[in-house]
């Protein structure tokens, strides 16, 4: 269900104009099986993680990813402070894009979050600098629905 979300949200950022300020932050929403940790617009997001509640685990997609086509194998390499993590997962078809589902430890996450001022997303033939501005205090939210 998400999938299709993100793909309309991708779709409806792209229609606006180019000249259009886009305000991304950090934002937590509780579902109804845990919550999602998204760092986009209200209508779209870049990354992306979610919990199912009582697990100890996060699926982490990263939008934008070139070269690859659904179910390649993919990687994701975060980058925060000095701390550094490589996901293995697979490319996934979206509508507009090809985004890399990965599997991750909530304790990376929060880790990944806390280590800097900017969080570095790598996927192939794409890199991404992400203010962590905000990630921290939307993450205690994100990890509160996640139990």
Do not use: H
């Not at 845990?34 to 986009?40: E, I, K, P, R, S």
């Not at 934008?64 to 994701?76: E, H, R, S, T, W």
Request: hydrophobic share 45%; net charge neutral.
């Amino acid at each position: 269900m998400y999938r299709a979300v993100l793909a309309l949200s991708v779709l409806a950022v792209s229609a606006l104009p180019a000249a259009a300020q886009v305000k991304l932050n950090w934002t937590t929403t509780e579902t109804d099986n845990g919550a999602n940790l998204a760092f986009g617009t209200e209508d779209s997001s870049q990354l992306l993680f979610v919990c199912e509640r009582g697990k100890p685990l996060a699926l982490v997609n990263v939008s934008g990813a070139k070269g690859l086509k659904g179910d390649d194998p993919a990687k994701v390499i975060f980058t925060a402070g000095k701390l550094k993590k490589e996901l293995t997962g697979k490319a996934v078809a979206a509508d507009t894009s090809i985004d890399v589902e990965a599997g991750s430890k909530l304790e990376d996450v929060k880790a990944l979050l806390a280590s800097g001022k900017t969080l570095t997303v790598e996927v192939k033939g794409a890199k991404q600098q992400i203010p962590l501005a905000g990630a921290p205090e939307a993450y205690v939210q994100f990890e509160a629905f996640c139990k």
